[in-house]
């Protein structure tokens, strides 16, 4: 048979592949077929929305064009024959006009690193041409599918909240008292809002949008017919009839079905799965029908969940309430059903097959009986789903031939109940860990139970129905003690072995209970017996850019998908793929490297090894880590080889073939193996000042504990990339990297390559987010690439999947402490110890350093008189840690405010009471002996503190707390000081040059890159200032190392102050040369200046240096300045915990943060609610999970829970404080990267305090009890935490020798 054309449109533009490969994706299509390259991957699997793209077709059904969003990265081209498809280059340019989504995030400061920002452009834009008008709800619900690492989320929503019929922005002229525009004139500080003006906006004119191919339109009335591709493995067939797809099923049994491929998908890609026949139902007319029967509502299975949303909602909104009990309980499924984009192409019949354990929607249809009628040639059966439709893991009824044709969801009836529940990591998370339908059916007129059926995901290896407890309720009535009997049935019935996959035992456990509870108290309150819980209710020149809120520069072009990012440079025309091949065991000898599978692949070229490294194998910071492994793998992710081949997908197929074996050696996991075997690097660092025994003596109470922090993945929305260039000369190569360290980049191609450094030149133009992860992991691509390059010839890329980055290149460090705080009744501390752990992994990379930055941040902002903080570098066999956003101070702040919290509990006071006390004054000296200068930190406090109403608001949280039993509230307010400066001395250091053109026009370089944080907008604005010129004259192209050379990394917050002050230098030298010109043409231009400079030959190029003065600091005496200054701020959060699942909602976040005079406030306020952000991630819901062997289970968003546009606090108030300039760095400003990522916090505290509320609803409660909560507070921390009489029940016992499914490390 041939293969058929495929016929589809993008941006207008007909395409027509002749060769459709059923394996090829439209975002492999779109960026390497097509060159565009606005579309990004950020996961590949369809978790954070960065592909977004917008489908429309003509649905014959509905007899209209439709438009919905849908994930590139999962689509298969072939689904898309007669679609038109639009993306980010479609709806808008620079070159042209902004679509105003697009102007809208831009000016908005909705961009920083802007590596989401085409998705969610596209999710909003697809939202607008469904609903130009839409609502605030609607309009996040059409970005609950995205994620983004940088702007917190705040910026994004202000932006499109001008889109909004309700809430929508007037510009300042309404009368509503709390319009976003009002606020800030009576402040004392800069609130966030009012960072732009939306009556600059262009409006948006539905009219203008692209219409529909009309040459897909003329084709709605021909007939379809059926289509067949055929790809290098695989083949794809579209049926277009019910009988055509039967006879296929009849003829192939073995032959996949595929809708939406959302299943299917995952499994070609991450599993490594081959499906060589795959037939699509997706346009047969009976799989796509919706029908309203006498029992309920059939849906076609190839109907998608939208379409299932849609026609629920509309039911739900004209039934009466009692026929759709049901219809609610799946809403409140799909609610929580990952994004928009999947809804729109998952099926419905492909998530009931799929069969997983933790389908969301099969214990729904299974608890209220759903009928599903099941189809072959010549058969037809409809059964309803009970407990035997799953017959095991991943299987159902469903025979060889047949396929589901329908699911109908039944009306309830009177006196039926329904409730659904889902718990995963956070409220936007997809991935349940338990997941529960209940319905129960009452005698009429009675509360006697004539049927009760409870139903779970995630209790076992499919989907269960608790049949032992439930049968032995009949006939009895719904009361207290029925609640207690079926608690006591499912804590028996519903047992996980102590090492069950997914771990969580005992939280997974007492959710069954918890959500029994849940529906008993919902049905009572339906019955009307009894009340609900409350829910909560919801002299300086205008052409000084100098701190103005400038949007930053380059997001408009980052809205439009203009902005070039490593993997949007078009490909060469000889340009080859490399894919490492890295360590399945944690510590192992390698015994053999079998390549021969490998090089059978399409497209094979070689095999790189330790023995194609020309220069030295030896690099890392320390020279302790190799490019490829010798003979020995010391962690799982460990790099042994690389293929190179011709295409990406090929060389993810030859890596995969790449056959290793190993020797097993014994392994050291976590920081507690670590310390029972002594494993560590180098020896103890240590802070010490002051007489500890003296101090412990005179104490009135001492308490001593551990506290654990877990690590963090940078979770940067792009990967790891780079392309290593040959150059053909003298050993000449040019290396474009997403990198934060330019010159060590270089340095360490230059020594893998053994050329001088003067024959790699690195450029980077920006990169999709750094947070530390690129300071120095980056060159385990970059070194990888470079000897691919140099073997080949050619030029090698390779940019990491999501889960390899994940799995090699480490993140933030696990800490624990061991402490032991001595302080008086009045709360006052007298003496402090604290021993520190890191887990830092295979290599020592920037772990001591980090470490160092946990010693000097050990007091907070607190004065302790007597203190020992010690230091331990854990050696073990995890991927080396790394630098990370803070740099190990916010570890070292959260145990200082645990031993804080626990004084304040001990002695009885409240807690900020105690907090402030021992708060520093101006002059204090550190515990490492630097005077605070200029300390504003109790003013943040005094200022956040009235601002948030703190007091009032305890009283109200105090007295809704006793209203309230099973909801608790929790408020803190906490301080940070973060020392600003490399604490290597020569690191602060910075270069700037500027090349003056004879048009007046300035390119400007300097050291630091572009990673999102605005670096280069405030550098135009510092040279504008200086140069007395508009910003529009000045342009930043890239960083480079021919341009300045031995920059230090862009970290530690100081690019701004050092390349700041370099930039200024340089100007200064150019301003220098033109005075005289100046001089003798007072009323001349810029332009003039330039071209009389130049015309008397004088030079218009300058570099400008620059190095801290002052800082350098002694570990051994505890003398120097470690730091140039501090930043200062306060957070106050409030948050609710739901105490029977473990959730909680984070009400209202107040800031107060010091950034001295800010240069561009839209920047630093971005700055402050993205780091707070990603500190709530650190803090509440980011876990790395590992296996006992040392695997890192966390490889994606589907299992790496990163905040999302939920999780942002719902009122979230963030404030500069004015007159605080800063003599230490350029134009009186501050840094502002990292320092506020600590105020997050807040956040943990206030859950701790509301955890203690609960707790103190036992009898036998001590109010001075101190509990354990460790970090990060997630729900099974705070659902086992809330101990009743659920937990109770469920506490399982692990044998000796059990090992658990997953360690903390
Ligand atoms: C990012 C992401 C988020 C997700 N979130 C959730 C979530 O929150 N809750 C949840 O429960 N699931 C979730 N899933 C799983 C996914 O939603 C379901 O698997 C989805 O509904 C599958 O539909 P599909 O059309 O894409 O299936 P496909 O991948 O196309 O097919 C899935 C399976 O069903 C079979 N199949 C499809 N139609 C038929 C038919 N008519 N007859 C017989 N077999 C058929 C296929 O052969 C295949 O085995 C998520 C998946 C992803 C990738
Ligand atoms: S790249 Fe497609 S959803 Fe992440
Ligand atoms: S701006 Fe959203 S990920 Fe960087």
Redesign the pocket.
């Known amino acids: 048979m041939t293969a058929d054309e495929l016929v589809f449109f993008v941006n207008g533009k007909k395409v027509v592949e002749k060769n459709a490969d059923p394996e090829t994706t439209l975002l492999a299509y779109l960026r390497r077929k097509l060159g565009l390259s606005g579309t990004k991957l950020g996961c590949g699997?369809?978790?954070c929305g960065a592909c977004t793209v917008m489908f429309s077709k003509y649905d014959r059904l509905q007899n209209k064009i439709v438009h919905f969003p849908a994930?590139a990265c999962?689509a298969p081209i072939c689904s898309l024959h007669h679609v038109a498809v639009t993306t980010v280059e479609g709806i808008g340019s620079t070159r042209t006009r902004l679509h105003p989504v697009q102007e809208r995030i831009a000016k908005s400061h909705g961009s920083q690193c802007g590596f989401c920002t085409p998705g969610i452009v596209m999710s909003m834009y697809t939202l607008l041409r469904n609903q130009p008008e839409p609502t605030m709800e609607e309009i996040e619900d059409a970005l609950q599918?995205n994620l983004c690492r940088c702007t917190g989320y705040r910026p994004i929503l202000q932006g499109f909240r001008t889109f909004a019929r309700d809430g929508g922005c007037c510009g300042g002229k309404g009368n509503d008292p709390n319009c976003c525009m009002n606020q800030k004139k009576d402040h004392t500080v800069t609130l966030s809002p009012s960072l732009f003006n939306p009556e600059e906006f262009m409006p948006l004119d539905p009219t203008q949008e692209p219409i529909f191919p009309p040459e897909l339109l003329r084709l709605k009335d021909a007939p379809q017919k059926q289509l067949h591709f055929e790809g290098e493995r695989v083949t794809w067939i579209q049926a277009s009839t019910l009988k055509e797809l039967l006879d296929l099923k009849a003829q192939h049994p073995e032959a996949?079905?595929?809708?939406?491929?959302?299943?299917?998908?995952?499994e070609m890609k991450f599993k490594n799965k081959l499906f060589p026949l795959i037939v699509c139902?997706a346009w047969i007319p009976e799989?796509n029908s919706v029908e309203h029967g006498e029992e309920g509502i059939s849906f076609g299975?190839?109907c998608?969940?939208s379409c299932v949303e849609k026609t629920l909602l509309d039911a739900v909104a004209q039934l009466p309430t009692h026929k759709t009990e049901v219809f609610r309980g799946v809403l409140e499924?799909l609610r929580?059903?990952?994004g928009k984009q999947?809804k729109s192409?998952?099926?419905?019949?492909?998530?009931?097959?799929?069969a997983?354990p933790?389908?969301?929607?099969?214990p729904v249809f299974m608890a209220s009986g759903a009928k599903l009628t099941m189809v072959s040639r010549g058969t037809r059966r409809t059964i309803r789903m009970d407990h035997t439709f799953f017959p095991g893991y991943r299987k159902t009824l469903?025979g060889p031939e047949?396929?589901?044709?329908a699911i109908e969801i039944p009306y309830s009836r009177e006196g039926e109940f329904f409730s659904s529940f889902?718990q995963s990591s956070g409220r936007e998370d997809?991935?349940?860990k338990v997941?529960s339908g209940m319905r129960v059916l009452f005698k009429p007129g009675t509360t006697q139970i004539e049927e009760l059926v409870l139903c779970y995901g995630g209790m076992a290896d499919r989907t269960i129905s608790a049949l032992k407890t439930t049968r032995k309720q009949l006939s009895k009535f719904w009361n207290e003690e029925l609640l207690q009997d079926v608690c006591a049935g499912l804590a028996e019935e519903l047992q996980l072995a102590p090492d069950a996959p997914g771990g969580m035992i005992e939280f997974r456990r007492t959710l069954t209970l918890s959500f029994f509870f849940k529906f008993y108290l919902t049905v009572l309150q339906k019955l009307g017996k009894v009340d609900s819980e409350d829910e909560v209710p919801k002299g300086q020149s205008e052409e000084d850019m100098v701190g103005r809120p400038l949007p930053h520069l380059g997001a408009s072009m980052q809205a439009c998908g203009e902005a070039m990012y490593c993997d949007d440079i078009p490909r060469y025309q000889n340009e080859l793929s490399l894919r490492l091949v890295t360590s399945t065991r944690a510590h192992a000898k390698i015994k053999s490297i079998d390549t021969s599978e490998a090089q059978k692949v399409p497209g094979f070229v070689c095999f790189l090894s330790a023995d194609d490294v020309s220069g030295s194998n030896k690099t890392g910071f320390f020279n302790d880590e190799t490019v490829f492994a010798n003979d020995e793998v010391t962690c799982v992710g460990h790099i042994i080889g690389a293929v190179v081949t011709d295409t990406p997908e090929h060389a993810q197929r030859a890596a995969q073939a790449v056959k290793i074996t190993y020797e097993d050696l014994p392994a050291i996991i976590t920081i507690e193996d670590a310390i029972k075997h002594n494993s560590f690097y180098g020896s103890e660092l240590k802070i010490e000042k002051g007489d500890l025994q003296k101090g412990f003596a005179e104490a009135d109470n001492i308490v001593s504990g551990e506290f654990y922090i877990g690590g963090q993945e940078h979770f940067y929305l792009e990967t790891h990339c780079a392309i290593a260039v040959p150059k053909g000369e003298a050993g000449e190569m040019e290396l474009f990297v997403s990198t934060q360290n330019t010159t060590k980049t270089q340095a360490f191609v230059a020594k893998v390559l053994g050329v001088p450094a003067n024959r790699i030149l690195i450029r980077v133009k920006r990169l999709g987010g750094g947070f530390g992860g690129k300071e120095i992991r980056s060159t385990l691509v970059s070194t990888a690439v470079a000897v691919g390059a140099y073997k080949t010839g050619c030029p090698v890329r390779c940019m990491l999947d999501r889960d390899e980055d994940m799995l090699i290149t480490g993140g933030r460090h696990p800490f624990l402490a061991r402490y032991k705080v001595g302080f008086m009744k009045t709360g006052r501390i007298v003496a402090l110890e604290v021993d520190h752990y890191s887990n830092a992994g295979n290599t020592l990379d920037l772990s001591e350093a980090i470490m160092q930055q946990t010693l000097l941040h050990m007091d907070n902002g607190y004065k302790i008189p007597n203190i020992r903080g010690t230091g331990w570098l854990c050696k073990t066999n995890l991927p080396s840690n790394t630098a990370f956003r803070g740099f190990g101070r916010p570890q070292g702040m959260l145990i200082a405010e645990h031993w804080m919290s626990e004084i304040a509990v001990t002695c009885g006071l409240p807690a900020e009471e105690v907090r402030r006390k021992n708060m520093y004054k101006e002059g204090d000296l550190t515990h490492f002996n630097q005077k605070l200068e200029g300390f504003t930190l109790t003013r943040c406090w005094d200022e956040c503190l009235a601002s948030s109403q703190y007091h009032a608001r305890k009283s109200e949280i105090d007295k809704f707390n006793k209203e309230n039993c099973w909801k608790k509230r929790g408020l803190c307010i906490v301080p940070t000081k973060f020392g600003v400066s490399f604490t290597v001395h020569f690191l602060n250091q910075a270069g700037a040059l500027i090349h003056v053109y004879t048009d007046g026009s300035v390119l400007l370089t300097h050291g630091g890159t572009e990673m999102g944080q605005g670096l280069h907008t405030k550098m135009v604005q510092v040279a504008s200032r200086a140069l007395k010129i508009p910003t529009s004259k000045i342009y930043i192209s890239e960083t480079s190392t021919n341009t300045v050379p031995n920059t230090s990394p862009t970290a530690a917050s100081v690019s701004t102050d050092l390349n700041g002050q370099a930039v200024y230098e340089a100007c200064q030298t150019i301003l220098k040369r033109l005075e005289p010109f100046k001089r003798k043409n007072p009323s001349g231009s810029w332009e003039d200046w330039v071209i009389a400079a130049y015309q008397d030959a004088v030079s218009l190029s300058a570099t400008g240096f620059y190095k801290a003065p002052d800082v350098g600091y002694s570990f051994e005496t505890n003398s120097g300045n470690p730091f140039n200054y501090f930043s200062y701020g306060v957070a106050c959060s409030e948050v609710e915990i739901d105490c029977l699942t473990g959730d909680h909602k984070n009400l209202r976040t107040d800031i107060v943060m010091d950034v001295g005079s800010s240069l561009n406030p839209a920047i630093d306020i971005g700055q402050v609610e993205g780091a707070f952000v990603q500190g709530l991630g650190l803090f509440t819901l980011e876990e790395l999970q590992y296996s006992p062997e040392g695997s890192l289970y966390t490889r994606g968003?589907?299992t790496y829970k990163i905040p999302t546009f939920d999780s942002i606090p719902i009122e979230f108030r963030v404030s500069l404080l004015r007159d605080s300039p800063n003599k230490k760095a350029i134009y009186a400003s501050k840094a502002v990267g990292e320092p506020p990522l600590f105020l997050a916090a807040s956040v943990f505290f206030a859950i701790k305090d509301a955890i203690r509320a609960a707790r103190a609803q036992h009898k036998d409660y001590d109010m001075k009890e101190l509990f354990r909560l460790d970090s990060p507070a997630t729900q099974e921390k705070i659902r086992n935490a809330c101990v009743d009489k659920f937990t109770t029940l469920c506490v399982t016992g692990v044998p000796e020798n059990c090992k658990a499914w997953s360690l903390r490390v």
């Open positions: 699997e369809g978790g994930n999962l599918g996949t079905l595929v809708v939406g491929n959302m299943e299917i998908g995952i139902p799989l299975a190839s998608p969940l499924q929580w059903f990952s999947l192409v998952a099926s419905i019949g492909g998530n009931v097959i799929t997983s933790i389908s969301d929607l099969n469903l047949e396929i589901l044709l889902k997809y991935v349940a997941t968003p589907s």
